[in-house]
Each structure stands twice: as structure tokens, then as C-alpha cells.
């Protein structure tokens, strides 16, 4: 999220979030949103480790935004 937001703001973003993914997977799916300040850019899709033993092409997931979510 933008640096310049304060917590409230954030915490109702990423709430929005896992509400709408709980649409997309169910109510009784379990959705936890960790959010992170917004860093820079990656200047285009690398391979890296996407914190669950994998690996994923693409912008980190931390660095991902709401709209990649949907698509």
C-alpha cells in the first residue's frame, strides 16, 4: 500500500481484499492479507520464491496489486 497511508486505511484495504476473494472461493474459505508499504517497481516478470515453496513468474506477491488478483 501507498507508505503515506495509516494503519485504518490499510487495515480496510486488505479487509476489502480477503472479502472479495472469500466471494471468488467461498465464505468459508480462510484469506489472510498481509500488507506491505509499497516498494519499487521490478522493471518486468523475473522467477522468484513465492514464500511458499515454490517459485512463481511474475512481480513478488508482496508487490502484486488488487487488480492481478482479479484477473
Do not use: C, Y
Not at 17 to 40: N, T, Y
Not at 50 to 63: A, V, Y
Amino acid at each position: 500500500v501507498d507508505r503515506a497511508l495509516d494503519i485504518a486505511s490499510a487495515h480496510d484495504i486488505s479487509t476489502e481484499v480477503e472479502s472479495a476473494v472469500r466471494e471468488i472461493h467461498g465464505q468459508g474459505s480462510f484469506v489472510s492479507v498481509h500488507v506491505e508499504p509499497q516498494s519499487e517497481v521490478l522493471p518486468g516478470p523475473v522467477l522468484f520464491d513465492d514464500g511458499h515453496n515454490g517459485k512463481e513468474k511474475g512481480p513478488g506477491h508482496h508487490q502484486r496489486d488488487f487488480e492481478s488478483l482479479m484477473k
